[in-house]
Nanobody, 124 residues
Framework: QVQLVESGGGLVQAGGSLKLSCGAS????????MGWVRQAPGKERVFVAA????????YYADSVKGRFTISRINAKNTVYLQMNDLKPEDTAVYYC?????????????????WGQGTQVTVSS
């Protein structure tokens, strides 16, 4: 199992930016892709973005495409989510997640291990 710790959440005004970080430890060799999922109050978790750990290929939800950028630094076992032009509807708990094997995930249900989450609040 991979342990994940997120940081970087907070309160920001609409149009602002935040950068989330997620450090991985444990069985990091059994990790094919990492990504971010978010959950707004009273709603289900939804996919945000994912990155293939080896190739760096990425995939984004339509709602964040062009505003969010996922990246990773292999040597630091860390994945990032740069969020620009934030909107109130981006308010949610953001979870870092790992898919151990297989192709890059396209949905939240395809991840295997999860972090504890970090709150992002965007005020209007």
């Amino acid at each position: 199992q991979v342990q994940l710790v997120e940081s970087g959440g907070g309160l920001v005004q609409a149009g602002g930016s935040l950068k989330l970080s997620c450090g991985a430890s444990g069985r990091t060799f059994s990790r094919n892709a990492m990504g971010w999922v978010r959950q707004a109050p009273g709603k289900e978790r939804v996919f945000v973005a994912a990155i293939n750990w080896n190739t760096g290929s990425t995939y984004y939800a339509d709602s964040v495409k062009g505003r969010f950028t996922i990246s990773r630094i292999n040597a630091k076992n860390t994945v990032y989510l740069q969020m620009n032009d934030l909107k109130p509807e981006d308010t949610a708990v953001y979870y870092c997640a790992v898919r151990r094997y297989g192709r890059i995930p396209f949905t939240s249900s395809e991840f295997d291990d999860w972090g504890q989450g970090t709150q992002v609040t965007v005020s209007s």
